[in-house]
């Protein structure tokens, strides 16, 4: 019975586990949007001249990728998941 119980915890903890992660995928995949999205604002201000930048199209000075591969890590939300360790 004891041995149950146990297996029984360690899959609700994974199942809580697996939820976490979900959360978290759901909440980088939006961040990564913001980012995408405010690097094609950039980009399209640039090549518009409306920032200064010359219009040259290229935000920060030649990388294609321009500011979408370079998105602030510290606009994230809420405080990082605990993970209780196993007894």
Same mark, same amino acid.
């Given at each position: 019975? %004891? +041995?149950?119980?146990r297996l029984g915890r360690r899959w609700e903890r994974l199942a809580e586990v697996m #939820?976490? +992660? &979900?959360? +978290? #995928?759901v909440r980088g995949e939006r961040l990564l949007g913001v980012a995408r999205r405010a690097g094609e *604002?950039? %980009?399209a201000? %640039?090549?518009?001249?409306?920032?200064g930048a010359g219009?040259?199209? &290229?935000?920060?000075?030649?990388? /294609? *990728?321009g500011p979408e591969s370079q %998105? /602030? +890590?510290h606009r994230l939300e809420g405080a990082a998941a605990q993970v209780d360790e196993p007894a």
């Open positions: 019975m %004891a +041995l149950d119980r #939820r976490d +992660l &979900e959360d +978290l #995928r *604002e950039a %980009a201000d %640039a090549s518009t001249g409306q920032d219009g040259s199209g &290229e935000v920060d000075g030649g990388d /294609p *990728e %998105a /602030p +890590l």
